[in-house]
């Protein structure tokens, strides 16, 4: 299994909270992501990441902001938690282009 | 706008039957198709991948066909088993985008003893 570590778990907040999810990697990885699943949703993309302080937006990125200052970490976080952010999120990594990508086990947080 | 589109969303298939998931895309730069399997509490696992310059590929039990001019592909579980119960999402991406992925909505497979 690929080298990746999601910490918290699981998390429980309050709305209005900012709330910080961490992702570590192992492989040296140059690609790293983060993804929502929420049901009938299949995989959404939130941010990004191609470098050390390279990020960019996905395609559901409102609410969310990440930062990349180790090559083998990557952060998201939610400067101000709503409900429509109770979710499950994955990290993933990828080597390089036309590569896989290696998903961590997942953070599931909900948002009272 | 979906990128990839998947179906069925759920499938009940017998011991030893087989499982077919079928998914279309629009966009012709996709050039990696790959499928992943995702049992509940854990991350989606890749099964097996395709580029476009084959037209099937076959691990084990799981081949995945695909046809280019009709932009699909699709998942074929041979002699499907109880444990291979789990989502399966397809998912495709393009070489020059940062490898982003764009992933199927799922589909929940459950094989009858």
């Known amino acids: 299994d690929a080298g990746i570590t999601q910490s918290p778990r699981h998390k429980v907040t309050e709305t209005g909270t900012p709330v910080t999810l961490r992702c570590h990697q192992t492989?040296?990885?140059?690609?790293m992501y983060w993804y929502r699943q929420d049901p009938g949703h299949g995989l959404r993309l939130i941010h990004y990441?191609?470098?050390?302080?390279?990020?960019d937006k996905g395609e559901v990125s409102d609410g969310y902001s990440v930062s990349r200052s180790k090559t083998e970490d990557f952060l998201l976080t939610l400067e101000s938690a709503t409900s429509s952010q109770t979710s499950v999120y994955f990290c993933?990594?990828?080597?390089?282009?036309?590569?896989?990508?290696?998903f961590g086990d997942g953070t599931r947080l909900s948002i009272l | 706008q979906q990128q990839v589109k998947q179906s069925p969303q759920s499938l009940i298939v017998q011991k030893g039957g087989i499982s077919i998931i079928n998914c279309a895309y629009e966009?012709?730069?996709?050039?990696?198709f790959p499928w992943y399997q995702q049992f509940p509490g854990k991350g989606p696992a890749l099964l097996i991948a395709?580029?476009?310059?084959?037209s099937e590929k076959k691990e084990g039990r799981f081949t995945i066909s695909f046809n280019k001019s009709a932009k699909q592909f699709s998942l074929h579980i041979m002699d499907s088993q109880p444990g291979d119960s789990a989502t399966y999402f397809c998912?495709?991406?393009?070489?020059?985008?940062?490898?982003?992925?764009?992933f199927g909505s799922g589909t929940k497979l459950n094989v009858k003893p």
């Open positions: 492989e040296n990885h140059r690609y």
């Open positions: 966009n012709t730069a996709f050039d990696y």
């Open positions: 990441s191609y470098g050390v302080k390279d990020t």
């Open positions: 395709i580029r476009p310059d084959v």
């Open positions: 998912a495709a991406t393009a070489g020059y985008n940062f490898n982003k992925f764009y």
């Open positions: 993933a990594i990828s080597r390089d282009s036309n590569q896989p990508q290696h």
